[in-house]
């Protein structure tokens, strides 16, 4: 794979060392969509399951509604449904510090800087209420 113009490409110390992290050279600024393997590639089935499972449970806290359930056991579902999400953002964020951040450092503190800003920004929208 071939790093964008503007890029370093750094070999990843994840899983069997196939990751590629790609970080910016010093003055670019990181975005969402900067191009690379994402930190969550070896786990990406692992979350998909996941999240399917979480679809699965929307459904059902619909299905408890339109059945006219008793309300403790919808919010009891739904309060799992807002457990198994958080646990799925905090592997995402997880992932993103032990690669992404990590190789971002490693080559350039300041590019190491601008991804820890991200992974505080996304710290704050997790925990808002």
């Known amino acids: 794979m071939t790093a964008p113009q503007g890029t370093r490409t750094a070999a990843s110390p994840l899983a069997s060392g196939t990751h590629e992290c790609h970080v910016p050279a010093a003055g670019t600024h990181l975005t969402a969509s900067t191009p690379g393997t994402r930190g969550y590639a070896t786990g990406r089935e692992n ?23 008793w309300c403790p056991d919808v919010v009891n579902q739904l309060a799992a449904v807002t ?7 905090a592997g995402l ?19 190491g800087q601008a991804r820890m800003d ?7 929208q997790v925990i808002r209420l």
């Open 47 to 69: 979350y998909l399951v996941r999240l399917r499972r979480i679809e699965g449970q929307v459904r059902g806290v619909q299905k408890m509604l339109a059945d006219d359930r």
């Open 83 to 89: 457990r198994a999400t958080q646990e799925v953002a």
């Open 93 to 111: 964020l997880d992932d993103h510090v032990r690669h992404c951040v990590l190789e971002a450092a490693r080559n350039s503190g300041e590019a």
């Open 118 to 124: 991200e992974v505080a920004a996304a710290i704050r």
